[in-house]
């Protein structure tokens, strides 16, 4: 069946969805285009086939480029690994803003497990992609049936089909995509990932020196997140650090290492990295931090407004 929406392009970039194990049952994201859409209405572009740890930001430039390249489609799917799926599809998200629905998926089981879950998501995802309910709904994730915003994804468990926590927008089964809730669109401009200034990430814990911050800052990081115990609290030798930073305008985010956790200004610590120039990060988890730091400074944002509207 045609699309109503028209055509709809899948774009690969590898992941469990398309892996097949070798020899030493090592899953290995080999599997093409062709052979993944068997059977869907759907145009290919084969543009990675790599684990999604492999990714860089110049890549998710490669991607959303692909995106661009089908602008003529009715909706685009991409198939990508879990691992990063949620720095991606936020990163995309951030940067596009047609009104052709960009769908992401994967799977949680090898593409030649007798219980794969690929095709089954990569049906869905193409019913959503060719979805008038979808139209200018931006970036959209969906695997096992569930459609999420990308802002707030976190994968959270590895042997659940769902995989991930997030915000759920509806639904998509038997080719029909139900919308249950409205959906956030955080548009920043059409940047460049590869051009955007250098976020590092930070681990806080018993003990944590400000040897890692420095030495990401020696490296050019012009932002920092912190991944930082409870509820946004760290020792007192990163709240220095941080002080001793955000002097030289690198901005500062504080996300939590809590998973569902929310980062706020509500201990002696906490309130020390906000009155240090640290920004409070309370509904994103780290690696999402990362991507809107990146993000806001790229675009040349204000770093308090993005997070205030969108962290
Ligand atoms: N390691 C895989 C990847 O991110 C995991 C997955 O796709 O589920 O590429």
Not at 90 to 108: C, F, K, N, R
Not at 168 to 181: E, I, N, P, S, Y
């Amino acid at each position: 069946m045609i699309s109503p929406m028209g055509r709809v392009v899948v774009v690969t970039t590898g992941g469990t969805i398309a892996t097949i194990s070798d020899g030493d049952g090592v899953k290995r994201p080999t599997r093409r285009g062709a052979d993944l859409t068997a059977g869907l209405d759907a145009e290919v572009i084969d543009l990675m086939a790599v684990d999604s740890s492999q990714l860089t930001p110049a890549d998710w430039d490669r991607i959303r480029s692909a995106v661009a390249s089908a602008d003529d489609a009715g909706g685009v799917v991409i198939t990508h690994g879990t691992d990063t799926m949620e720095e991606t599809a936020l990163w995309l998200e951030l940067t596009y803003d047609g009104a052709a629905p960009v769908v992401i998926t994967g799977a949680m089981h090898s593409g030649d497990a007798p219980d794969a879950d690929g095709p089954g998501n990569l049906r869905d995802a193409v019913t959503l992609a060719g979805s008038a309910n979808a139209c200018g709904l931006g970036v959209l994730v969906t695997l096992a049936g569930t459609v999420w915003q990308p802002l707030r994804l976190q994968k959270a468990v590895t042997a659940d089909l769902r995989g991930f926590r997030g915000e759920v927008l509806g639904t998509v089964a038997d080719g029909l995509f139900t919308a249950q809730r409205s959906k956030d669109r955080p548009f920043l401009g059409p940047l460049s990932a590869a051009d955007a200034p250098r976020v590092d990430t930070i681990a806080v814990y018993p003990g944590t020196d400000a040897v890692a911050m420095d030495a990401c800052v020696a490296a050019g990081a012009r932002g920092i997140v912190l991944e930082a115990v409870g509820s946004g609290n760290a020792g007192r030798a990163v709240i220095d650090g941080v002080r001793r930073h955000r002097r030289d305008g690198v901005a500062v985010a504080v996300s939590t290492r809590v998973p569902g956790g929310k980062a706020s200004a509500v201990y002696g610590p906490g309130t020390d990295l906000v009155d240090a120039g640290a920004v409070m990060v309370p509904r994103l988890a780290p690696a999402q931090a990362r991507v809107l730091l990146m993000g806001a400074l790229a675009a040349g944002s204000a770093v308090e407004d993005v997070f205030a509207r969108w962290g």
